[in-house]
Nanobody, 124 residues
């Protein structure tokens, strides 16, 4: 059974930083794309960042480019999202997801497994 568990969310002031972690069990992530998505109250879930199975390709939504960094440590079966210069509009539940094998993926429908989410709240 594949499980993804996010952690690291919390309450932070605007301009602050948080580091989200996502630990995967039940599957070795080294050959799979991984993604981070977020969902704010009253809004649809949206793409934040994705990393290819090899780690060679990383993509970010425009609003987080230059502020967020996606990384993976396959030996720990873990991915991370370092979030700097946080803004109130970054407030959302952040979800980690396991995507297709030997690929890169940026759309929700391409991801098969999801974590339960971690709340990030940025105060102004």
């Amino acid at each position: 059974q594949v499980q993804l568990v996010e952690s690291g969310g919390g309450l932070v002031q605007a301009g602050g930083s948080l580091r989200l972690s996502c630990v995967v069990s039940g599957r070795t992530i080294s050959t799979y794309a991984m993604g981070w998505f977020r969902q704010a109250p009253g809004k649809e879930r949206e793409f934040v960042a994705a990393i290819s199975w090899s780690g060679d390709y990383i993509d970010y939504t425009d609003s987080v480019k230059g502020r967020f960094t996606f990384s993976r440590v396959n030996a720990k079966n873990t991915v991370y999202l370092q979030m700097n210069s946080l803004k109130p509009e970054d407030t959302a539940v952040y979800y980690c997801a396991l995507g297709p094998q030997w690929a890169m993926a940026q759309t929700i429908n391409e991801y098969d497994y999801w974590g339960q989410g971690t709340q990030v709240t940025v105060s102004s």
